[in-house]
Structure formats: C-alpha cells, structure tokens
C-alpha cells in the first residue's frame, strides 16, 4: 500500500502571496488533516475533511482553508502570506474521520513527510 | 485547554544508554495517548500508543505506561542505539475519532556510538 505523499517538499514565497500545498492520502483512507510545524515546535492541528467537508478546525485564521476530493486527496491553501507561515506542514490520513469530543479510542494518522514553507 | 509537556532536550546519550523522555499531559476528557517519533528529514511515525489508564504500549524496544494518577506517559528504552536518533513527541487526543492531535514541543535524542 502507498504512504501519504505531499508536494512540493520545499517552496519559498513572498508575504502577501498564496499558497497551495497538496496531499494525497493512503490507500483505503477517507479522511485527511493538516498540521503546521513551526521550527523546534510540536505540530499543530489547523483543520481535518472527512467527506470532503471540514469537520474539525483549529485555532487558524480564515486565509487557512483546504479542499478534499472525491479521491481523498486534499489541499491546503494559505491567503495573504506572513513571515510567521514559514513551517513544515504536514499532512495525515486516516480511516473513519467523524470528529466528536466522547472520548478516548483513536485511530492511527499516517503522516506524510511535509510541505516546507518559507516566506520572505 | 488540552496540553501536553515534555522534557526539553537535546538529550545526548551513549549506545546502550537507559532512555526516559518524561511527559505530563492535562486534559477535558479521558484521552488516548501516543508516541510519536520524527527521523531526519521524514514525516512523523507512531511509535507506541495507550488508550487507557494502566495500559503499556510498546514497540521496537520503547514502552511507555499511561499514569492517570500522575497524568504521565513517559518514554522508555533499555538500551538505545545509534539509529535511535530522532526527535520524538509525546501527544494526547480526547477525541473518539482521531483528530486533533495535540502535541508537546518534542524532544530531541542524539545517540553517540
């Protein structure tokens, strides 16, 4: 079976610029979130799709948003680029996806080895 | 808010060297708990994981015990090699899918022969 793959491993933009990284997630997966990694940091939950819908988000602003397709793949896309975007973003599927606070019991992410993002 | 704090590192050791990498957790719920481990240049892997209280999760020679009493799931290996070397991060998830994660800052292990 193939693992998560993303690209581009590595770009470098200009603040103010979009971005758009892209995911494609395990065979057999339906559910696809993302990460952001700052330098030296834990990752950090910005936003999961299961169903092609978000159904999860973290503490990210609006110009964070994404996409899931019928194949499962997703992207993500960041507006108006800061300096503070520069990081690894990574991205993780999964099998099932509904999102609820009942409690414990997760599943396994795999994760893929992430987009490096660095803004001028 | 649900958080996770683990020992800062870098941690150097020598091969066959004991390892703990502490880590303490807060959390709403009654939360699953993880290992995860960061080689160079690679995405993150699961290392070991537990999902509830007295439960030890193991693998490739790490153990890891959750302590609800003491909040605590600290990492441990007997004997650590060379290609040990890796940043390693301890997570929590409270939730009965699999998102969000929620991790500590990492740690990083260097191994010397």
């Known amino acids: 079976e193939t693992g998560v793959t993303q690209s581009p491993t590595h770009l470098i933009k200009t603040r103010g610029q979009q971005v758009t990284l892209r995911c494609s997630s395990q065979?057999?997966?339906?559910?696809v979130s993302w990460y952001q990694q700052a330098l030296g940091q834990g990752p950090q939950f910005i936003f999961q799709y299961y169903r092609e819908e978000e159904n999860g988000r973290g503490n990210f602003p609006p110009r964070f948003s994404g996409l899931q397709f019928p194949n499962y793949s997703s992207e993500l896309n960041v507006n108006a680029l800061e300096l503070d975007d520069s990081a690894l973003y990574l991205c993780?599927?999964?099998?099932?996806?509904?999102?609820?606070?009942?409690?414990?019991?997760?599943?396994?992410?795999?994760f893929g080895a992430g987009s490096r993002l660095t803004v001028l | 808010g649900d958080s996770v704090t683990q020992m800062e590192g870098p941690v150097t050791l020598s091969e066959e060297a004991f390892l703990t990498i502490n880590c303490t957790y807060t959390a709403t719920g009654y939360p699953s708990l993880f290992w995860y481990v960061q080689y160079p240049g690679e995405g993150l892997q699961l290392l070991l994981k537990a999902t509830k209280a007295d439960d030890k999760g193991s693998n490739k020679g790490f153990e890891a015990t959750y302590r609800k009493e003491t909040t605590s799931f600290h990492l441990e290996k007997g004997s650590v090699q060379v290609s040990d070397s890796a940043v390693y991060f301890c997570?929590?998830?409270?939730?009965?899918?699999?998102?969000?994660?929620?991790f500590g800052k990492g740690t990083r292990l260097s191994v010397i022969a």
């Open positions: 993780a599927s999964s099998l099932g996806g509904q999102a609820s606070p009942r409690g414990a019991g997760a599943n396994v992410l795999t």
């Open positions: 997570a929590l998830s409270v939730s009965s899918g699999n998102t969000p994660l929620v």
């Open positions: 065979s057999g997966h339906n559910t």
